[in-house]
């Protein structure tokens, strides 16, 4: 003969609103007093267990993650201030309640997560961030007007020479650079 069941129909009720403030099954387990395999057992025996179970995981979740993308882009509050004086005889009194709105800055940490897992193909764990120096891109841009050169026509190619090479005989980088910015046009 099988042992009779704790089971009761206020579980669901009990169980929704224990999801709700974030406990796991185990928890729960430990208020209806049974273990958490029996938790995952009810739940597949009875439906409205199961659906309660769910509802108040699904009401909690949106809690956390309406809260996490407020953090992430920022919010305005309203803050009480109070401003409290002592009198001639030493009390404290209050001399002033005030709302002070406050803006409390996006947090880059909540919004990593909400990327991560809202968009985890462009915003995997590992991001690789590219740290590039001045040197770095004026590299770049001589190499841009190399692959240029090749739709330039060739008088001003001519013309572009011409400046190198007397920059080069100054030796000046600097007076190179000037004198090839007013020839570089496309044609």
Not at 151 to 163: G, M, N, P, V
């Amino acid at each position: 003969m099988a042992r009779p069941t704790k089971y009761r129909h206020t579980h669901p009720l009990t169980v929704k609103t224990l999801m709700r403030k974030g406990c796991i099954a185990e928890e729960i387990g430990e208020a209806l007093g049974v273990t958490r395999e029996t938790i995952y057992h009810w739940r597949k025996q009875y439906p409205e267990f199961d659906d309660a179970f769910r509802a108040g995981k699904m009401e909690a979740d949106a809690v956390i993650e309406d809260s996490l993308y407020q953090r992430a882009k920022g919010f305005e509050y309203e803050e009480t201030k109070t401003i409290a004086a002592q009198d001639k005889s030493g009390k404290a009194t209050v001399q002033k309640i005030a709302k002070v709105k406050r803006y409390l800055a996006p947090d880059i940490r909540a919004c990593e997560l909400w990327l991560h897992n809202r968009n985890p193909k462009d915003w995997s764990g590992s991001m690789h961030q590219e740290i590039r120096t001045v040197e770095d891109d004026a590299n770049k841009k001589e190499d841009l007007n190399i692959l240029d050169l090749e739709i330039l026509s060739k008088e001003t190619l001519a013309l572009i020479l011409r400046d190198i090479e007397d920059a080069e005989k100054a030796n000046d980088k600097n007076e190179l650079i000037r004198k090839l910015k007013p020839d570089c046009k496309r044609v």
